[in-house]
């Protein structure tokens, strides 16, 4: 289906100089219009598709690309994305990539500020960033705008930052999907519990806010007379906390058997519930960290819906790649399947797909 | 994370000349087993890493691949899998690959064979292949080893013809996922009903039969008293047969309201319910063609369960490539995820992820 297409043979078909071609092709100045046109034609005659791979191999220029991450715990999602973002790394291992991951405070904008200063001192080729406070990140990434510097945003996607591309799930419709979901194993129930983390207050993450929406959307179109009941187990507490949150909850409130988590700690719930010898309890949640898919195989857990933050990762950093090193087009928004896992399933889940 | 590793440096560290290391580096003879080691000593040292892009760019050889597929009507599975192979060919385009289907009837020994001979006498680089009968299958797969020639495997995982690679899901395991899934619709239900193909009284295809095994298994271990009532569409029939027998088993079964399809066909079933206006009727069916996804959006069809066969067809050229382009190692069994496609979350699937 390829066959070799020589430069030597479009110069001659435009009738112009090897070199003029090379220019034409690198989109390089010093061309006239016209001799611009000729080899245009040509090359959309012979329909030449340039060799990207020989192209930058050849061009052998370093590339550092940098990857803004709120702070975080192991079993988060963020430590799936920084693995995600690693691998691809090291399989694009042929072409100079190099990638520092740097840290930030969420809800903090000094902490947001240092940090995205340390990244423009060190010169990026490219940046991967979860948005901070809307006029924090405004300041960022229209400081990356004005340097050339393209970017790839996290977690929410927000059009008028202009990023070069987006990877996340679709929060709201994923909430949906949830409720759908919890409901078809909760059959008539009166009564749900939801699950919350948030901090001073508030919640961790604008995804986790959209699932809630979309969760309470599904619910009041569908199952209005069933009652939500919120547990909030404030972040960065001890577990000895929770475990009293959890107990109290279940103990008044021997009605419910069904419980969603918005968030990737799940298996708080579920360890609790398994500790405590409740089996009449069932959970959904996100994310398939590995104490999440530990409960989901000990029965705790009944679903878990995937967020695929591992690809998410991996193609943050294809995509930096492709547009920086191959300078091809990628596509702007990706939103993540929104995939269903239960211990029937689960050992056929990909973390990502190459 | 790299750095380039010169192959002057390797020889100067291993004392050898540079041809020697090249001779060592491609597996060429004519090396002394005291070089060889010395430099492959240096090489281990220096954690070197070929540039296996640079080295299949630099050889320039053609290869061309065949993919042996069951001969189909537009809207199946093996579509999918063609457009994912085509697909990567061209995401490879600048490596010099070709590829050609050759097709066979499923269950007819001497057409396999035709197809077989054919594509051996082209010479291939490598294959793909959907097994056919079993005696028939390892004529050619023991050739295909005779003559260094690597294949992957579609559809079925047959251990003992030693194949480069499978792909495919792990059948039995989605039938029970089936089970599960349709059993949280039809909660109280005394009989539900299973669709299948058939010819000459054999199902089409290895993978149904085993669905329907993992089905079955699940139903008889925590449903027993659900009835199970088979309607057999045959295969290659016209429409109107269909909903002959279609209108016949649900005018003599309203106790029914839920049915599974083993095959990629649910959007049978499903237009018949819309055109007959039942709207009490649901479906859980494999495979995200356009027509169930039609069926699944407009009511009829409640889940589908994806199949991948886009991926299955790119991997499985990638895989070729992966091992006899690039000379990497390549993983033998690759199931395929179990995913659970509603109207809610269906707009987020992904044929194919890179």
Redesign the interface.
């Known amino acids: ?2 066959s ?1 297409i020589r430069i030597k043979d479009i110069a001659i078909k435009a009738g112009v100089s090897v070199g003029t071609v090379d220019r034409v092709l690198h989109k390089r100045p010093n061309v006239s219009k016209e001799a611009r046109e000729r080899v245009e034609a040509v090359l959309k005659e012979m329909n030449y ?1 340039p ?4 192209s930058a ?1 050849a061009y ?1 220029k370093k590339h550092k690309f940098f990857c803004l991450l709120p702070k975080h715990t192991s079993e988060a999602y963020w430590e799936e994305i920084e693995l995600g973002a690693i691998k691809a ?2 399989y694009r ?2 072409f ?4 520092e991951f740097i840290y930030f405070d969420r809800l903090n904008s000094q902490s947001f500020a240092n940090a995205y200063q340390e990244c423009l001192k060190k010169k990026p080729s490219g940046v991967i960033l979860v948005p901070s406070l809307p006029d924090d990140t405004r300041k960022f990434t229209d400081t990356l705008h004005e340097r050339n510097i393209p970017f790839v945003l996290l977690d929410s996607y927000l059009p008028e930052l202009k990023p070069l591309s987006f990877f996340g ?2 929060s709201f ?2 909430g ?2 949830a409720a ?1 979901m919890l409901m ?2 909760a ?1 008539d129930e009166k009564a749900i519990m939801i699950m919350k983390q948030t901090k001073d207050g508030l919640m961790a993450s604008k995804q986790q806010e959209n699932r809630e929406v979309g969760f309470r959307h599904y619910m009041k179109e569908h199952y209005p007379l069933v009652k939500i009941l919120e547990v909030n187990l404030p972040l960065e507490e001890k577990r000895k906390v929770y475990e009293d949150v959890l107990e109290e909850f279940f103990t008044t409130h021997p009605e419910v058997h069904h419980c969603i988590a918005v968030n990737s700690k799940a298996h708080i719930v579920g360890e609790f519930l398994l500790n405590t010898n409740r089996r009449n309890i069932q959970i959904l949640g996100y994310d398939v960290v590995h104490k999440n898919a530990e409960c989901l195989r000990q029965g705790s857990i009944s679903f878990l819906i995937a967020q695929h933050a591992f ?1 998410q990762g991996f ?1 943050s950093v ?1 995509t930096l790649f492709r547009a920086i090193v191959l300078k091809k087009e990628v596509p702007l928004v990706n ?6 896992l ?1 211990k ?2 689960i ?4 973390r ?3």
Chains 1, 2 share one sequence.
């Open positions: 289906m390829t070799k598709q060799n990207v791979y020989a191999l052998n790394i090291e291992r042929d100079q990539l190099d990638m799930q679709d419709q994923s949906c999907f759908k078809l194993i059959r690809q193609s294809d939103y993540m399947p929104i995939e269903l239960s029937e399933n050992d056929f889940y990909h990502m797909r190459i």
